[in-house]
């Protein structure tokens, strides 16, 4: 049986990147002066929050994704795959705090990362299907 660690890792510092984020809420909110229920009123803290919640977003594609990339597939491409995943939501969550419009090239190298994740599994699931069957 394969172990698969290096795409555990990269999965646990996926979720430690998310951690992260969420600790950037948290300073935005105090130096906004904004407590919780709250949510709106400082467009920085808006932003770090939509940050957050949008990485919350990508992560119900992305680590399915992963896994069954690096089952189907390969824990190697997995894990270099997972890598520009997590580049890319670090890319964008600066991006996004300092303006907004900065926030496509970090969505874009994610967003690929995750497609090619997402349809190489579901193309070679299906090809050994069609080839072995079930």
């Known amino acids: 049986m394969q172990p698969h660690s290096w795409v555990a890792i990269v999965t646990l510092v996926a979720l430690l990147v998310y951690v992260w984020m969420a600790l950037r809420v948290a300073v935005a909110r105090k130096k906004a002066g904004i407590h919780p229920p709250a949510m709106t009123g400082d467009p920085v803290l808006e932003r770090h929050i939509r940050v957050q919640a949008n990485t919350l977003e990508w992560l119900a594609l992305f680590l399915p994704s992963l896994w069954l990339f690096a089952l189907y597939w390969s824990d190697l491409a997995a894990t270099v795959l997972g890598v520009v995943w997590i580049v890319g939501r670090i890319v964008y969550a600066f991006g996004y705090v300092a303006d ?35």
């Open 100 to 134: 907004p419009g900065k926030r496509e090239l970090g969505f874009g190298i994610q967003g690929l990362a995750t497609a090619v994740l997402l349809f190489g599994a579901l193309g070679r699931v299906i090809w050994i299907l069609a080839t072995v069957g079930a």
